[in-house]
């Protein structure tokens, strides 16, 4: 393999390995021609290494957003919930994070660890596809990471999220940018000028649209408030 193409393929990898963590741990690749790759032991080191350097910056990045004491919070598709503990810590003891998923097994997962760090401002909640069903009507913020293009009817899911924010409660979407080399409209990615028209639609008003990049890839950082 040339220099130029294994650089390409490293990028492959590395891309993969921030979409699929889990996967990224496992040694066989399945790629895009359905042939299975067999990653070195120091190609998963790296893989890995590159991977937890990705989460240290989203969760900066994800900091920098006005977290504080007090704030009620649900996570939309908190996949294994890493980041709602870290949102649970932030919020404090009067505070509160709602962890939702469609996926039982992973609010198990969280559960086990509920009990296990014996946390108390943190609860699992099982969502349907278009409605998150958070026990609350009073979330001051939702958070969606890398979840948004997974939503099948996006319309109708902030639609229904509109009845469990607070006044002038905030919605931050977190997704790979659909407008950027890879970019693949069936793929892992969405496109925030349709994201924010959705938004629009469904009422809310969008205060701002940042772009980061992580890695190789570009992310934006869409930000919306409902006003009842
Ligand atoms: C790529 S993972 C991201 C997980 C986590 N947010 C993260 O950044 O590591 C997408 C997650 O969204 C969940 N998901 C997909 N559609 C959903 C929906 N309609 N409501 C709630 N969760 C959903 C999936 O089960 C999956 O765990």
New binding site residues.
């Given amino acids: 393999m040339t220099t130029l193409g294994s650089l390409f393929f490293s990028s492959l990898l590395l891309i993969f390995s921030v ?1 699929y ?1 889990d996967s990224s741990r496992t040694p066989n690749v399945h790629s895009h021609e359905g042939q299975s790759t067999h990653i070195s032991e120091d190609s998963l080191k790296l893989i890995n290494q590159r991977y937890d350097e990705a989460w240290m910056q989203w969760r900066s990045s994800l900091f920098d957003l006005d977290i504080h004491q007090d704030m009620i919070i649900g996570e ?4 294994n919930g ?2 709602a503990f870290l949102l649970a810590k932030r919020v404090g003891p009067d505070g509160h994070v709602y962890a ?4 039982l097994s ?1 609010l198990e997962i969280i559960q086990e660890r509920i009990v296990s760090e014996r946390i108390e401002n943190l609860t699992p909640v099982l ?1 349907q ?1 278009n409605d ?1 069903l958070f026990p609350s009507s009073k979330l001051d913020l939702v958070i969606l ?3 948004y293009h ?2 099948e009817n996006p319309g109708i ?1 902030f639609k229904n999220l509109t009845q469990y924010l607070s006044d002038n409660g905030k919605v931050v979407i977190i997704d790979p940018d659909l407008n950027q080399p890879g970019g693949d409209p069936e793929g892992c990615y969405s496109d925030p000028t349709k994201t924010r028209a959705v938004f629009e639609k469904a009422g809310y008003e969008i205060q701002q649209v940042d772009y980061r990049n992580v890695l190789d890839l570009k992310f934006y950082i869409l930000h919306a408030s409902w006003n009842k």
């Fill in positions: 979409f963590p939309v598709g908190a996949g890493e980041l939702n998923e469609i996926d992973k969502g596809q998150a990471v890398e979840v997974h939503l899911f």
